[in-house]
């Protein structure tokens, strides 16, 4: 368990070095200021520190290196609203009824060619939901926000959820209004920069600027990047960068197929890794500034994804592997998110951690190092706190899923848990059920239902139970299916 956490470079002297600084720091009365980066869209393969050979993140790569990698760490979705709400309140998205991306389809809207109607959504995050900002606000922080927010219109926005500053939080999805990526941005909460400027590298401006105006603490300071979502758009400099890096080492596209659409098998899109590069700049504007103020040691980072890396639709600009699949899909790449956690003093250097953690510890683990006590409010994620701290940290844990929905990326309806090494998918479409070992089979090549009935009884429990506790809701048969017309899930041609 927490022992096989850490995978540790160092002497036991360095250990009981940290170790001893942990438990001074533990004892602080102190409450520490928190920096979350959340990146949109970004895959569990898309940074050095997890593998990339061709995007370069220096600056994040660094924060690796100053705390801890999660290798197991999950998305509570496959695509972004319901992850962003279970972020925000620490509950499973099916809990508070955010179960796909706000502004998709509801089922009398449907119009796809598809076996099934998705199930009905809440189109907002409701305001009798308690966020870790309304948490960390009655302690006393200031609390900022900027970047994407994506869970409702104007009404539930982040200064409605405790959020005292919004740079740029709004109920879209994306940077659709003006110039995109680049100022004039349209944004109502984000006034517009100089002609030309870059919307990642403005919101750590904002970010860094927060930061040192309340650098007496504490604070909280939530940077959501809409990077790397679409639109593909890039700097022009580091376009040009990627296209002669791609050239000087001879790369070309290569695809698989996923279902009925291809998947990117090649990190070697240009404008993505422009994109990439571009928000870890943005990451390392926003560290600068802690270093600068002396507050690097009185602050814990986090840094994660709101779900896998886009890799089979809208352009097609990355790929997970080895995972399989990517956005909107129940596999691996769809779910499983970078997360580094950086605590001075707490977590060592350079570890890593093979924990399954998801987005609803988050909030737990926030408002713990807020002072106040997390167990007071009804939240489905665990705080990780412990995990830092002792031996005790529950590793086999199950983890759930449940997307009643077709994901403009080609998924289906799904359902999963995972336990330990096994994670059962449960397919609506066609009530068919696939089993892997990811710790052995990370890739999911192997569906290993008809060797473990055991297991998949004993999974299948597990999350039909879930379900009921939860509240889920479920697709249900389209009476407009014809089976002689184009499936729904076939993708336009790249």
Known sequence: MFRNCFIVVGSILTLAYWGSRSLANAGEDRPWNVVLFVVDDLGWADLGCYGSSFYETPHVDRLAAEGMRFLDAYAACQVCSPTRAAIMTGKWPQRVGITDYI????????NRNTRLLPAPYQTALALQEVTFAEVLKQRGYTTFFAGKWHLGPEGYWPENQGFDINMGGTGQGGPYGGNKYFSP???PRLPDGPPGEHLPDRLATETAKFIEQHKEGPFLAVLCFYSVHTPLMAREDLRQKY???RKRLGLVAQFGQEGPREVRLVQEHPIYAAMVEAMDQAVGKVLRKLDELGLAEKTVVMFTSDNGGLSTSEGWPTSNLPLRGG????????IRVPFIVRWPGVVLPGTTCTTPVCSVDIFPTI???SGEDPTRYKVDGLNLVPLFRNPTFPSDRPLFWHYPHYGNQGGAPSAAVRKGSWKLIHWYEDDSWELYNVKEDIGEKQNLV???PEKVAELKRLLENWLVDVGARYPTPNPNY?????DGRVARRR
């Open 243 to 245: 296209e002669e890096k």
């Open 327 to 334: 956005k909107g899909w129940i596999y691996e790449g769809g």
């Open 450 to 452: 008809s060797q473990y």
């Open 482 to 486: 014809d089976p002689q017309k184009p």
């Open 185 to 187: 941005y349209g944004n």
């Open 367 to 369: 408002v713990e190092l």
């Open 103 to 110: 502004g998709a389809a509801q089922p009398e809207a449907w």
